[in-house]
């Protein structure tokens, strides 16, 4: 374990947006969280939710009506940030996720790839540029941006994109009734601000979602996977590249 001194990262807030599925996937992606460095994330959960016995104590915001993906993101970062306004980075996850083992450390170690982030997805999608080199890739795709899977903003980024107009009122004038497309809406934020949007090669998170909740015959596969996963990351002697380990 590294010295506090040495991270760039050590006060986190962790939130997990979740809602009723054909195929309950949270007691894994809790599990595999865990095992990542993060024990106590705050759910964010729709109405009828099962939340896994081992679980039921950890903290829980429960929504008293269905609100949507889209709203019950923004509300869950929102939260996040009032709730833990000194938080140097949150981290917002959806409820069919594996992540790589000792992800926690990595991240304290190697964030941010650059002075100014937008956002950093530590998914990568299928689809996205594949390369031989590990680390962060900017993506600067503005409204085709894909994956909201697993969101790592900054202090100042969640702040700013949480009080932009065009954000808030996505619920009102956006496509589907505003009730989706958290990444396409993360993606327009980062190019209207001039943002870079960070995605990691090889993914650090995997979608193991078989029935979506957004989209009923969707499943995890072709674009809605990672191309490469790792299982597991370790720290490099120079703390800037993962020992990878694909899944």
């Known amino acids: 374990m590294q010295n506090d001194s040495t991270r760039n990262i050590n006060n986190w807030s962790v939130g997990i947006t979740t809602a009723p599925r054909k195929q309950n996937t949270l007691s894994m992606t809790l599990n595999s969280l865990k095992a990542a460095g993060w024990e106590s994330p705050r759910l964010f959960a729709e109405p009828g939710t099962e939340i896994p016995p081992e679980y039921q104590t950890l903290p829980l915001s429960e929504r008293d009506e269905v609100l949507g993906a889209f709203p019950n993101w923004y509300l869950a970062l929102t939260e996040l940030v009032l709730r833990t306004p000194r938080a140097e980075a949150f981290m917002i996850c959806q409820d069919d996720v594996l992540f790589s083992k000792n992800l926690r450390d ?12 937008g956002v950093v997805s530590i998914y990568c999608p299928s689809h996205y540029q594949q390369t031989t080199n590990s680390g962060f890739l900017r993506e600067d795709r503005g409204w085709s941006s894909w994956g909201a899977l697993a969101y790592v903003f900054s202090n100042p980024s969640a702040r700013s994109i949480l009080s932009d107009p065009l954000v808030l009122n996505h619920r009102d004038f956006g496509p589907a009734e505003g009730l989706h497309n958290i990444d396409s809406v993360v993606g327009y934020w980062c190019e209207r601000h001039q943002l870079p949007y960070y995605v990691h090669f090889p993914s650090l998170a995997q979608h193991i979602g078989e ?37």
């Open 106 to 117: 990595y991240l304290e170690l190697n964030l941010w790839p650059a002075d100014q982030v």
């Open 211 to 247: 029935f979506s909740t957004i989209y009923p015959r969707a499943t995890a596969s072709g674009k809605r996977m990672a191309h490469q996963f790792l299982d597991q990351v370790s720290i490099s002697p120079d703390n800037t590249h993962p020992k990878t380990k694909p899944a």
